[in-house]
């Protein structure tokens, strides 16, 4: 018997220390998620928002208005529900919402925030008869609503979804998740394009695409590059001649344009290497310079740093969808994308395939993704066999392996403008 209680007690703390995790299928897919230990998302009425800022106790990144992330050490050894309630006495505000921090397995933050997509021929007050909701109809895929709960927490939220998953009257159905990505080519500059014609010298090898020979069959007239990411720097002197009108999914009505308080630059730096006005005596010369630009927005930084680790790009299923279908219906002949990370999502899948199967009047838009600065295993949506992955090289033509790197990234660009132009 005492070997028993020891063998329990033993246990116990395993118990207690054990990464909590949460599961869900996509497609028959089977994801899981673990519930972060250090980082709890809240939710606040904005009345608060100065109060929970100012608050020097809590080590707090905005999000939004009025939501955004705490970062917790002391709590890490309990569950979730603990965590959860020992902030709620701490803050000690009225209709504090606290949910977990979701991770999925390549390190992406995800986030439920009471939100689902769903596509059902079904009445919706049918389906959610015991639930508050508003709910916003797909206009351009049928049956396929954009749904808000009013207060439905992670877990009622994941089982609403596991169970309607079973509903034959219901053709897909997930959270609308907040995700917190992590920028590709992170670096604002690209003064140094060495990707264009270096000849090998000194420090590199001949790594590069001699893209002043294309230039001789084209150098991009006539084709249009939707630029999805946080904005694009709508005034900038090289790029301005080449920009077209943009669009904001984020709801912020910047036609386009990033949140200049933020610091996001990474949608201009994009833009740059793909259409910056040449022979004009300012800054670089854009790799299909004739090209134009539609600045696309789909996301905003948190604000923080560039250096500083936990700066985040925040976006969401929703916005990225309404994002790459905006651009198709816009006359984009080509969707790039230096962003990726996260689960599947059937929404996301859905407006690629619309992008690839019917942009161009029915020719098929060229979709790229971003696989990223780092030397791992590429990430969704760049695994999809319709998408183009493009990595990162460095100038002695190896797969880059830092974040902050003067890159190919973005740039396969390249032959597709070649292409369309035959």
Known sequence: MKKYIYLLFAIIPLISFAQEKILLLNQNERIEFQISKEELFIKFDSKNNKQIEENKSLNYTKISNNYGIIKISQLNDVLFSERAKSIKN????ENIEVEPVLIYSDGVKQICNGEIIIKTSEDLNKIFNDLTFT????????????VKFDKLNTFDLFDLVKNLQKNNQVEFIEPNFIRLLKPHTNDPFFIQQWAINNNGLLWSTDADMDVDDAWVHSTGSGVKVAIIDEGVDLTHPDLINNLLP???????NSNGAPNANNN???GTACAGIVAAVANNNIGISGIAYNAKIIPVRI????????TDLNRAWVTNNNWIANGII????????????????GSPST??????????NNGRSGKGCTVLFSTGNYNTNVAYPATLPNVIAVGASSPCDQRKTQAHAITKEAIGVVPMVQKLML
Request: zero cysteines.
């Open 90 to 93: 701490h803050i000690n505000l």
């Open 135 to 146: 709910f916003i109809e797909n206009e351009l895929f049928e049956n396929q609503y954009f």
């Open 246 to 252: 943009g669009f904001d999914a984020t709801g912020n």
């Open 264 to 266: 996001d630059a990474h």
């Open 299 to 306: 996301g905003y930084s948190n604000g923080l740093p560039l």
């Open 326 to 341: 905006w651009a198709v219906q816009n006359g984009a002949d080509i969707l790039s994308n230096s962003w990726g990370g």
């Open 347 to 356: 929404t996301i899948t859905n407006a690629i395939n619309y992008a690839v």
